[in-house]
């Protein structure tokens, strides 16, 4: 096989959750270009319309399901229409996740209440998607994402980053786990200008260079969603056979 040939993902079937906008609409398009049919999900119809419609444009086949991975079986609907796709699944790519009310929070000042809305976003739900693939798959790559904020302590983003650092740990097991046949790896942005993020920290998006205030980042920018979909297709595709259980880090040198 020739190198560019096993970046390739023609043939392929993809999950990603959270894909309405962001990291995860990058991600979407990005298998896409590389040649995956994709199946795409968020609680938005509208905006999963969108990103489908791209996608179709690329010549992809692209389904949509509108669906809350929070919600008590929450994942059904998605596993039932991947069931209806293919005999298989080849990727899944557990996205969803943020501050689900755009607020970072110290750890000694957030209620259960917004714990556990933390935790079941960024965690929990990555847990269960984990466990949706595993079913779904016989071989194939899950990608989850993890963050930045996952390394060391966080002042007001405590929950979100122990979710995070959960995420890594949770990462690592399931690749002892389903291993040989499926690999699984996590996903680390550094700062990206997503609505999410903005909205969290206070700045406005036509004001979004003013992010790089808060983070020294070596490589000068903001990262992109498609940044990371340039990551996520490396991890799903052949040319990372033999990577397993790690955790790459997208940060630029943050």
């Known amino acids: ?5 096993s970046f390739s993902l023609h043939g392929k079937l993809a999950v990603v959750t959270g894909a309405g906008r962001g990291i995860g609409k990058g991600i979407a398009i990005a298998l896409a270009q590389a040649g995956a049919d994709v199946v795409i999900s968020a609680r938005t119809k509208s905006q999963l319309e969108g990103v489908a419609a791209t996608i179709r444009a690329l010549g992809q086949k692209c389904e949509i399901c ?22 298989s699944l080849d990727i899944w790519v557990n996205n969803a996740g943020g501050l689900p009310d755009a607020t970072p929070r110290f750890l000694s000042r957030t209620s259960p209440e917004q714990w556990d809305a933390q935790v079941d976003l960024n965690l929990k739900a990555v847990w269960a998607g984990c466990v949706s693939a595993a079913r779904l798959m016989n071989t194939g ?3 989850n994402l993890s963050s930045r904020a996952a390394l060391g302590g966080h002042l007001k983003n405590g ?8 995420v890594n740990s949770l990462t690592e097991t399931f690749a002892l786990e389903l291993a040989p046949g499926i690999r699984v790896n996590a996903l680390a942005p550094g700062p990206i200008a997503t609505t999410n993020m903005l909205e969290s920290i206070g700045i406005a998006e036509d004001q979004a260079d003013d992010v790089l205030k808060h983070f020294p980042i070596p490589l000068g920018r903001l990262g992109t969603p498609e940044d990371i979909g340039a990551a996520a297709v490396f991890l799903a595709s ?3 056979s033999w990577i397993t259980g790690q955790c790459l880090y997208v940060t630029g040198g943050f």
């Open 238 to 240: 052949p040319a990372s």
């Open 141 to 143: 790559a899950i990608i």
């Open 159 to 166: 929950p979100y980053s122990a979710a995070k650092a959960g």
């Open 1 to 5: 096989m020739r190198i560019l040939e």
């Open 66 to 87: 509108v669906a809350d991975l929070v919600a008590p079986n929450g994942l059904d609907k998605l596993e039932d229409l991947i069931a209806k796709q293919a005999d």
